[in-house]
């Protein structure tokens, strides 16, 4: 596609954001399989399920568009999901691949919150308003997806990396509990 104005690079925008939501799609259940705390399975799976929601969006934004999603590969979201992939082969503590796991995904959030922020300035700029509002609504959720992925770092996961196979976290004596799946 020849992009001549703002409308084709909102068009192609959205393309590559559906590409990437549906290789996320793929990809989540590795990534809960892998997961040794239950509470990061559980955020992983909630975010799946959002996804799915973000698909739907997608495709009725472009729908209302007279367009399709489809036809384009987002290869920067390739990118960083095959580095998530090459962590998942890692021969590691439960515990390290845990905080490795939430590294990877914090880095696919990052990318996803960067591509709505750019689509929803353009859907405004462009005079879609309900567009815009769906693409924030999705944003938003992009945002307490890191934010949540956040908490499980900082509160537990880390911390509990830092303790594999002996080592000591700094400024905690007494580590919080963390539910395994194992």
């Given amino acids: 596609m020849a992009l001549e104005n703002l409308h084709d690079l909102y068009v192609e925008k959205l393309k590559d954001l559906y590409s990437a ?18 509470e990061l399975a559980r955020a992983l799976q909630e975010h799946y399920n959002v996804t799915e929601g973000h698909v739907r969006r997608l495709e ?58 750019t689509a929803r300035a353009f859907a405004q700029m462009l005079g879609h308003q309900q567009a ?3 693409l924030q609504q999705t944003l938003d959720e992009e945002k307490d997806a890191d934010k ?3 908490m499980l770092a ?17 400024g905690m004596t007494q580590p919080p509990r963390m539910s395994q799946r194992r």
């Fill in 21 to 38: 939501e549906n290789q996320i799609l793929k990809a989540l259940p590795k990534m809960i399989k892998s997961a040794d705390s239950e």
């Fill in 60 to 117: 009725q934004i472009a729908s209302n568009l007279g367009e399709s999603p489809r036809g384009k590969k987002c290869v920067g979201m390739e990118g960083l999901l095959e580095e998530g992939k090459e962590l998942l082969k890692e021969k590691v503590e439960p515990e390290v691949l845990d905080a490795g796991i939430i590294g990877a995904a914090q880095s696919v959030e990052h990318y996803e919150m960067a591509g709505y922020g």
């Fill in 132 to 134: 815009a509002q769906m």
């Fill in 148 to 150: 949540t992925l956040t």
């Fill in 154 to 170: 900082e509160n537990m996961i880390n911390r509990m990396a830092a303790e594999a196979n002996g080592g000591e976290a700094q």
